[in-house]
Protein backbone atom coordinates (compact mmCIF):
# COMPACT_ATOMS: atom_id res chain seq x y z
CA UNK A 1 0.00 0.00 0.00
CA UNK A 2 0.89 3.42 -0.49
CA UNK A 3 -0.42 6.50 1.20
CA UNK A 4 0.46 10.25 -0.09
CA UNK A 5 0.81 12.43 4.14
CA UNK A 6 0.24 16.15 3.50
CA UNK A 7 2.18 17.80 6.09
CA UNK A 8 4.43 14.79 6.57
CA UNK A 9 7.55 16.29 7.62
CA UNK A 10 5.74 17.79 10.56
CA UNK A 11 5.22 16.22 14.23
CA UNK A 12 2.13 14.22 13.89
CA UNK A 13 2.52 13.77 10.14
CA UNK A 14 6.22 12.55 10.10
CA UNK A 15 5.45 9.63 13.44
CA UNK A 16 2.48 8.82 11.09
CA UNK A 17 5.41 8.31 8.29
CA UNK A 18 7.19 6.06 10.91
CA UNK A 19 4.48 3.95 11.96
CA UNK A 20 3.48 3.31 8.16
CA UNK A 21 6.74 2.17 7.16
CA UNK A 22 6.86 -0.03 10.17
CA UNK A 23 3.93 -1.35 9.36
CA UNK A 24 5.07 -2.28 5.67
CA UNK A 25 2.79 0.72 4.40
CA UNK A 26 4.51 3.24 1.42
CA UNK A 27 4.66 7.29 2.62
CA UNK A 28 5.01 9.58 -0.16
CA UNK A 29 5.67 12.93 1.68
CA UNK A 30 4.00 16.62 0.48
CA UNK A 31 5.18 19.49 2.69
CA UNK A 32 5.97 23.30 2.61
CA UNK A 33 8.79 22.82 5.35
CA UNK A 34 7.15 26.13 6.63
CA UNK A 35 6.84 24.15 10.13
CA UNK A 36 7.62 20.75 9.21
CA UNK A 37 11.80 19.76 9.01
CA UNK A 38 13.64 18.83 6.00
CA UNK A 39 15.67 16.16 8.88
CA UNK A 40 11.99 14.12 9.21
CA UNK A 41 11.78 12.87 5.62
CA UNK A 42 15.74 12.50 4.70
CA UNK A 43 15.49 8.69 3.04
CA UNK A 44 11.34 8.99 2.28
CA UNK A 45 9.55 9.90 -0.68
CA UNK A 46 9.41 13.29 -0.53
CA UNK A 47 8.01 16.64 -2.24
CA UNK A 48 8.88 20.04 -1.09
CA UNK A 49 5.92 22.67 -2.04
CA UNK A 50 2.22 23.56 -1.30
CA UNK A 51 -0.86 21.59 -0.56
CA UNK A 52 -3.09 23.91 -2.86
CA UNK A 53 -0.01 23.49 -5.94
CA UNK A 54 -2.26 21.74 -8.25
CA UNK A 55 0.72 20.81 -10.28
CA UNK A 56 2.69 19.35 -7.78
CA UNK A 57 -0.23 17.27 -6.82
CA UNK A 58 -0.56 15.74 -9.99
CA UNK A 59 3.04 15.52 -10.47
CA UNK A 60 2.83 13.01 -7.34
CA UNK A 61 0.15 11.08 -8.68
CA UNK A 62 1.68 10.36 -12.28
CA UNK A 63 4.84 9.13 -10.61
CA UNK A 64 2.80 7.17 -8.06
CA UNK A 65 -0.44 6.09 -9.56
CA UNK A 66 -0.56 3.47 -6.56
CA UNK A 67 -1.57 5.67 -4.26
CA UNK A 68 -4.55 4.28 -2.85
CA UNK A 69 -5.15 6.87 0.26
CA UNK A 70 -4.22 10.58 1.40
CA UNK A 71 -4.21 11.66 5.00
CA UNK A 72 -4.27 15.08 5.33
CA UNK A 73 -2.27 16.22 8.10
CA UNK A 74 -0.84 19.91 7.03
CA UNK A 75 -2.02 22.64 8.93
CA UNK A 76 -0.96 24.95 11.42
CA UNK A 77 -2.26 24.38 15.09
CA UNK A 78 -1.39 27.30 17.41
CA UNK A 79 -4.04 28.54 18.91
CA UNK A 80 -3.29 31.61 20.30
CA UNK A 81 -1.58 32.64 17.27
CA UNK A 82 -4.99 31.35 15.62
CA UNK A 83 -6.28 34.16 17.49
CA UNK A 84 -3.84 36.96 16.75
CA UNK A 85 -3.66 35.92 12.88
CA UNK A 86 -7.07 34.67 12.16
CA UNK A 87 -6.83 35.15 8.26
CA UNK A 88 -3.52 33.31 8.15
CA UNK A 89 -5.02 30.56 9.69
CA UNK A 90 -8.30 30.50 7.29
CA UNK A 91 -5.89 30.48 4.43
CA UNK A 92 -3.73 27.70 5.18
CA UNK A 93 -5.95 25.35 6.90
CA UNK A 94 -9.35 26.28 4.55
CA UNK A 95 -8.59 27.69 1.06
CA UNK A 96 -5.69 25.42 0.70
CA UNK A 97 -7.26 22.37 1.81
CA UNK A 98 -9.80 22.73 -0.39
CA UNK A 99 -7.45 23.19 -2.99
CA UNK A 100 -5.65 20.09 -1.72
CA UNK A 101 -9.42 18.25 -1.70
CA UNK A 102 -10.07 19.43 -5.68
CA UNK A 103 -6.35 18.17 -6.62
CA UNK A 104 -6.81 14.48 -4.84
CA UNK A 105 -10.97 14.44 -6.83
CA UNK A 106 -9.30 15.37 -10.05
CA UNK A 107 -6.67 12.53 -9.67
CA UNK A 108 -9.57 9.74 -8.49
CA UNK A 109 -8.11 8.92 -5.10
CA UNK A 110 -10.84 7.85 -3.43
CA UNK A 111 -10.05 7.29 0.03
CA UNK A 112 -9.24 10.43 2.30
CA UNK A 113 -8.48 10.84 5.96
CA UNK A 114 -8.39 13.72 7.87
CA UNK A 115 -6.90 15.49 10.22
CA UNK A 116 -9.44 16.89 12.33
CA UNK A 117 -9.37 18.06 16.42
CA UNK A 118 -11.39 17.57 19.48
CA UNK A 119 -11.16 21.25 20.19
CA UNK A 120 -14.39 21.59 18.10
CA UNK A 121 -16.45 20.13 20.71
CA UNK A 122 -18.84 21.84 22.93
CA UNK A 123 -17.54 20.23 26.54
CA UNK A 124 -20.24 17.54 28.05
CA UNK A 125 -21.35 18.06 31.54
CA UNK A 126 -18.78 15.61 32.74
CA UNK A 127 -16.42 16.62 30.12
CA UNK A 128 -16.84 13.70 27.90
CA UNK A 129 -17.52 13.53 24.25
CA UNK A 130 -18.38 11.37 21.96
CA UNK A 131 -18.84 11.78 17.88
CA UNK A 132 -22.42 12.62 18.34
CA UNK A 133 -21.74 15.48 21.00
CA UNK A 134 -22.12 18.82 20.15
CA UNK A 135 -19.58 21.25 18.63
CA UNK A 136 -18.27 24.62 19.81
CA UNK A 137 -15.22 25.46 18.56
CA UNK A 138 -14.05 28.72 19.82
CA UNK A 139 -11.10 29.27 18.53
CA UNK A 140 -10.19 30.74 14.78
CA UNK A 141 -7.83 27.36 14.69
CA UNK A 142 -10.68 25.12 15.71
CA UNK A 143 -13.58 26.72 13.65
CA UNK A 144 -11.35 25.98 10.42
CA UNK A 145 -10.91 22.54 11.64
CA UNK A 146 -14.79 22.44 11.84
CA UNK A 147 -15.52 24.11 8.87
CA UNK A 148 -13.20 21.50 6.79
CA UNK A 149 -15.24 18.74 8.33
CA UNK A 150 -18.36 19.85 6.53
CA UNK A 151 -16.31 20.97 3.43
CA UNK A 152 -15.55 17.37 3.22
CA UNK A 153 -18.46 15.81 4.22
CA UNK A 154 -20.45 18.06 1.56
CA UNK A 155 -17.79 16.94 -1.03
CA UNK A 156 -18.22 13.16 -0.32
CA UNK A 157 -21.64 13.33 -1.22
CA UNK A 158 -21.07 15.77 -4.80
CA UNK A 159 -17.87 12.96 -6.00
CA UNK A 160 -16.43 9.84 -5.45
CA UNK A 161 -14.54 10.77 -2.35
CA UNK A 162 -15.03 8.79 1.17
CA UNK A 163 -13.89 10.59 4.34
CA UNK A 164 -12.91 9.36 7.68
CA UNK A 165 -12.39 12.69 9.73
CA UNK A 166 -10.07 11.89 13.03
CA UNK A 167 -10.28 13.76 15.61
CA UNK A 168 -7.26 13.94 17.90
CA UNK A 169 -7.43 14.94 21.76
CA UNK A 170 -4.17 16.04 22.97
CA UNK A 171 -1.05 14.44 21.46
CA UNK A 172 2.03 14.36 23.46
CA UNK A 173 5.67 12.24 23.10
CA UNK A 174 7.36 10.87 20.81
CA UNK A 175 8.37 8.73 17.97
CA UNK A 176 9.63 5.64 20.82
CA UNK A 177 12.48 5.09 18.31
CA UNK A 178 13.48 9.00 18.38
CA UNK A 179 13.20 9.48 14.41
CA UNK A 180 10.90 12.55 14.72
CA UNK A 181 9.36 15.06 17.41
CA UNK A 182 8.40 18.10 18.19
CA UNK A 183 10.60 20.40 15.88
CA UNK A 184 10.13 23.59 17.68
CA UNK A 185 12.73 24.48 20.60
CA UNK A 186 10.19 26.16 22.40
CA UNK A 187 6.45 24.57 21.97
CA UNK A 188 3.60 26.69 22.97
CA UNK A 189 1.29 23.80 24.59
CA UNK A 190 0.92 22.60 27.95
CA UNK A 191 3.89 19.58 27.81
CA UNK A 192 6.45 21.87 25.70
CA UNK A 193 5.90 24.96 28.26
CA UNK A 194 6.51 22.35 31.43
CA UNK A 195 10.12 21.54 29.63
CA UNK A 196 11.06 25.04 28.30
CA UNK A 197 10.22 26.08 32.34
CA UNK A 198 12.51 23.06 33.90
CA UNK A 199 15.24 23.47 31.43
CA UNK A 200 15.65 27.54 31.71
CA UNK A 201 15.02 27.29 35.54
CA UNK A 202 11.61 29.11 35.28
CA UNK A 203 8.84 29.01 37.39
CA UNK A 204 5.63 27.26 35.01
CA UNK A 205 1.89 28.95 34.95
CA UNK A 206 -0.87 26.92 35.48
CA UNK A 207 -3.40 29.44 32.69
CA UNK A 208 -6.66 29.14 34.27
CA UNK A 209 -7.61 27.83 37.51
CA UNK A 210 -11.04 28.39 37.77
CA UNK A 211 -12.18 25.96 35.64
CA UNK A 212 -15.53 23.50 36.86
CA UNK A 213 -13.07 20.91 37.38
CA UNK A 214 -12.23 18.43 39.82
CA UNK A 215 -9.49 20.62 40.55
CA UNK A 216 -10.33 24.16 38.47
CA UNK A 217 -7.81 23.70 36.20
CA UNK A 218 -8.53 22.80 32.35
CA UNK A 219 -8.93 19.24 31.73
CA UNK A 220 -7.54 17.43 28.25
CA UNK A 221 -7.44 13.79 26.92
CA UNK A 222 -3.37 13.61 26.59
CA UNK A 223 -2.69 10.65 23.70
CA UNK A 224 0.93 9.50 22.98
CA UNK A 225 1.69 10.31 19.19
CA UNK A 226 2.83 6.86 18.71
CA UNK A 227 -0.48 5.96 19.71
CA UNK A 228 -1.88 8.37 17.27
CA UNK A 229 0.58 7.60 14.41
CA UNK A 230 -1.01 3.46 14.85
CA UNK A 231 -4.60 4.92 14.79
CA UNK A 232 -4.05 5.89 11.19
CA UNK A 233 -2.48 2.58 9.95
CA UNK A 234 -5.73 0.82 11.29
CA UNK A 235 -7.42 3.31 9.25
CA UNK A 236 -5.81 2.97 6.10
CA UNK A 237 -5.68 -0.81 6.28
CA UNK A 238 -9.95 -1.03 7.26
CA UNK A 239 -10.74 1.97 5.34
CA UNK A 240 -12.82 0.11 2.84
CA UNK A 241 -14.27 -1.71 6.05
CA UNK A 242 -15.45 1.37 7.87
CA UNK A 243 -16.53 3.38 4.43
CA UNK A 244 -17.20 0.34 1.95
CA UNK A 245 -17.05 1.66 -1.60
CA UNK A 246 -20.79 1.66 -2.85
CA UNK A 247 -22.58 2.01 0.36
CA UNK A 248 -24.67 4.22 1.50
CA UNK A 249 -22.35 5.95 4.22
CA UNK A 250 -19.03 7.87 2.74
CA UNK A 251 -18.03 10.26 5.68
CA UNK A 252 -17.37 9.21 9.34
CA UNK A 253 -15.92 10.56 12.22
CA UNK A 254 -13.19 8.81 14.86
CA UNK A 255 -12.16 10.02 18.10
CA UNK A 256 -8.89 9.55 18.75
CA UNK A 257 -7.98 9.93 22.59
CA UNK A 258 -7.13 7.63 25.66
CA UNK A 259 -10.98 7.95 27.31
CA UNK A 260 -9.11 9.62 30.12
CA UNK A 261 -9.62 13.14 31.61
CA UNK A 262 -6.27 14.62 33.19
CA UNK A 263 -6.32 17.53 34.66
CA UNK A 264 -3.65 20.34 34.32
CA UNK A 265 -2.52 20.50 37.94
CA UNK A 266 -2.65 15.96 37.62
CA UNK A 267 -0.32 16.37 34.60
CA UNK A 268 2.02 18.70 36.34
CA UNK A 269 2.15 16.59 39.38
CA UNK A 270 2.87 13.36 36.72
CA UNK A 271 5.64 15.76 35.37
CA UNK A 272 7.02 16.40 38.42
CA UNK A 273 6.90 12.78 39.13
CA UNK A 274 8.66 11.55 35.95
CA UNK A 275 11.64 14.38 36.47
CA UNK A 276 11.78 14.48 40.05
CA UNK A 277 13.78 18.16 40.41
CA UNK A 278 11.98 20.80 41.82
CA UNK A 279 9.75 22.98 39.36
CA UNK A 280 8.09 26.43 41.01
CA UNK A 281 4.62 26.46 39.73
CA UNK A 282 2.41 29.67 39.55
CA UNK A 283 -1.40 30.93 38.58
CA UNK A 284 -2.54 32.65 35.46
CA UNK A 285 -5.60 33.67 33.70
CA UNK A 286 -6.55 31.99 30.40
CA UNK A 287 -4.57 32.21 27.54
CA UNK A 288 -6.50 33.61 24.37
CA UNK A 289 -8.57 31.10 22.52
CA UNK A 290 -8.09 28.69 25.94
CA UNK A 291 -10.70 26.49 26.62
CA UNK A 292 -11.77 24.08 29.78
CA UNK A 293 -11.39 21.48 27.67
CA UNK A 294 -12.77 17.74 27.43
CA UNK A 295 -11.70 13.86 26.63
CA UNK A 296 -12.98 11.01 24.88
CA UNK A 297 -15.54 8.20 24.88
CA UNK A 298 -13.55 6.03 22.29
CA UNK A 299 -15.79 3.26 21.91
CA UNK A 300 -16.43 3.54 18.45
CA UNK A 301 -12.76 4.01 17.54
CA UNK A 302 -11.55 0.82 19.34
CA UNK A 303 -14.29 -0.82 17.65
CA UNK A 304 -13.71 0.10 14.15
CA UNK A 305 -10.26 -0.16 14.04
CA UNK A 306 -9.47 -2.35 16.74
CA UNK A 307 -7.36 -0.45 18.33
CA UNK A 308 -6.25 0.99 21.76
CA UNK A 309 -3.59 3.53 23.70
CA UNK A 310 -0.43 1.37 24.82
CA UNK A 311 0.98 4.15 26.04
CA UNK A 312 0.65 6.38 29.62
CA UNK A 313 0.84 10.09 30.19
CA UNK A 314 4.33 9.35 31.95
CA UNK A 315 5.68 7.48 28.99
CA UNK A 316 4.89 10.39 27.17
CA UNK A 317 6.42 12.78 29.10
CA UNK A 318 9.39 10.55 29.21
CA UNK A 319 9.58 10.27 25.74
CA UNK A 320 9.22 14.05 24.77
CA UNK A 321 12.28 14.64 27.71
CA UNK A 322 14.07 11.88 25.77
CA UNK A 323 13.14 14.11 22.29
CA UNK A 324 14.13 17.17 24.13
CA UNK A 325 17.41 16.03 24.92
CA UNK A 326 18.09 14.94 21.41
CA UNK A 327 16.36 17.57 19.14
CA UNK A 328 19.19 20.17 18.79
CA UNK A 329 21.98 17.80 17.77
CA UNK A 330 19.29 15.94 15.93
CA UNK A 331 18.08 18.78 13.94
CA UNK A 332 21.46 20.72 13.90
CA UNK A 333 20.73 23.69 16.54
Known amino acids: MKVLIAGGAGFIGSTMASA ?26 FYEGDIADG ?12 ISAVVHAAALIVVP ?12 NV ?26 YAPGADFTVDESSP ?4 SPYARTKAVMEWVLEDATNAYDLRVISLRYFNPIGADPKMRTGLQQAKPTHLLGRLITALEAGEEFQITGTDWPTRDGSGIRDFIHVWDLARAHVEA ?10 GGDRRYDVLNLGTGRGTTVREFVDAFR ?11 APPRPGDV ?37 GLLGE
Not at 27 to 35: A, F, K, M, S, Y
Not at 82 to 87: I, K, N, R, T, Y
Not at 236 to 245: G, K, S, Y
Open 20 to 45: CLDSGITPVIVDNLVTGRAEYVRDRI
Open 135 to 138: LLPE
Open 236 to 245: LRRFDTVLPA
Open 273 to 283: RVVDRPLRVTE
Open 81 to 92: ESVAEPLRYYRE
Open 95 to 120: SKSVELIEHVVRNGCQRYLFSSSASI
Open 292 to 328: VGSYARTDKAAAALDWSCDYTVEDGIRHSLEWSTLRP
Open 55 to 66: ALIDRIFAEHPD
